[in-house]
């Protein structure tokens, strides 16, 4: 009696034996060669999978937020807004040759000339120079106060976020004693007394009164950022405070920071010109553009042209500096995605 032959196993959907070159369907790119290991067929599948280019790697939050800004007008129109500012701030004389502080009372208030775009001022000046020259303390004020308000406030606010207990709740009365002090009103009591014409009083002034708002956006960013799962297996493994403030929090706490100080240094900018408007802030000889706005006041109606163009200058650079924060903001805020 012939012995029965072993059925072969049943192949589904046409497929073949590996002998034969058999291709199986898959869930990555429909088909998967058996004749290969399933690591390897995963593994090509993976590398096919954006349109037969390599495996995207892992970006992080800033690499997805570099991006988003490069396709943003607003950031890019904001940027070189910025750019051409710090351009001229460091050196005024590439587009300005004369000597903001060479007047000559015989053309004070007159209007556009050849070699004058702007007119010149009441007592004689030249608007277009003092406009260029002006924009070098201005941003400079901004950009020192900004950075002590950033180091200080994040500084308290992210050790009282993350200690807690006593030194949170004092650090949270002192900040509010210092967010009901009027910042004008503030800055006319504490600079009537300073008699010197540097830069510093106001700078100091200004992180004086501005760490609080930092240091309050740090303080919830830090209570945030360790309480998540990588944190506290961090302290699970015996890692320092330190170690988890510099390499597991810090990092993933200082974006909230970086937008509010971006929009804050416009601010600072616009604050150091009120102040010299009010004469509490910069004096001449200084040149800035809150000096020039107060001393054209008295002339609007005979020469607007020595306020207006240092107005608008103000008036442009506060709105890049706004611009760039809210782009920055929209891009390291994962909820707008």
């Known amino acids: 009696m012939p012995e029965p032959q072993p059925e072969e196993p049943h192949v589904s959907g046409g497929q073949r034996s590996a002998e034969d070159g058999a291709i199986a369907s898959t869930g990555l ?3 998967m060669d058996l004749a290969t290991t399933e690591g390897e067929t995963l593994e090509k599948g993976l ?3 954006d349109a037969g280019g390599p495996a995207d790697k892992a970006r992080s939050l800033w690499s997805d937020a570099w991006r988003d800004l490069r396709r943003n007008p607003v950031f890019i129109i904001s940027a070189l ?9 460091l050196w005024p004389s590439l587009i300005a040759s004369g000597n903001p502080l060479t007047c000559d009372l ?9 070699g004058h775009p702007f007119g010149f001022d009441g007592q004689g000046c030249d608007v277009y120079t003092r406009t260029v020259y002006g924009a070098r303390i201005s941003i400079s004020v901004g950009v020192c106060a900004t950075l002590g308000v950033a180091l200080l406030g994040s500084l308290l606010g992210g050790l009282a976020g993350f200690f807690g207990g006593i030194s949170d ?5 002192i900040t509010d004693v210092f967010f009901a002090i009027p910042v004008v009103l503030g800055g006319l009591v504490l600079l009537s007394v300073v008699t010197s014409n540097s830069v510093w009083p106001v700078i100091g002034f200004m992180v004086l009164l501005g760490w609080p708002q930092i240091s309050r956006i740090a303080r919830g ?18 890692a320092s405070n330190s170690r988890m403030l510099l390499r597991h929090i810090t990092p993933n ?20 010109a009120t102040l010299s408007y009010l004469g509490v802030g910069l004096k001449p000889p200084s040149v800035s553009w809150g000096i020039d706005i107060s001393a054209a006041s008295p002339y609007i109606r005979n020469a607007p042209h020595a306020l207006l163009w240092p107005s608008g200058a103000l008036a442009i650079t506060v709105l890049a500096f706004i611009m760039l924060g809210d782009a920055v903001r929209d891009a390291l805020d994962p909820k707008l995605r």
């Not at 015989?106 to 050849?114: M, V």
């Not at 709740?169 to 009365?173: C, E, G, M, V």
């Not at 960013?221 to 015996?238: C, E, F, P």
């Open 29 to 31: 790119d429909g088909t």
């Open 47 to 49: 590398g096919n999978a």
């Open 81 to 89: 807004v910025i750019l051409f500012l710090v351009v001229i701030s």
């Open 106 to 114: 015989a053309k004070a208030q007159q209007g556009s000339q050849p």
């Open 169 to 173: 709740s004092f650090l949270s009365r």
């Open 221 to 238: 960013s830090v209570i945030t950022a360790k309480q998540n799962d990588y944190v506290q297996a961090a302290r699970a493994l015996g």
């Open 253 to 272: 706490a200082v974006a909230p920071v970086i937008v509010v100080a971006t929009i804050a240094l416009g601010t600072y900018i616009a604050l150091e």
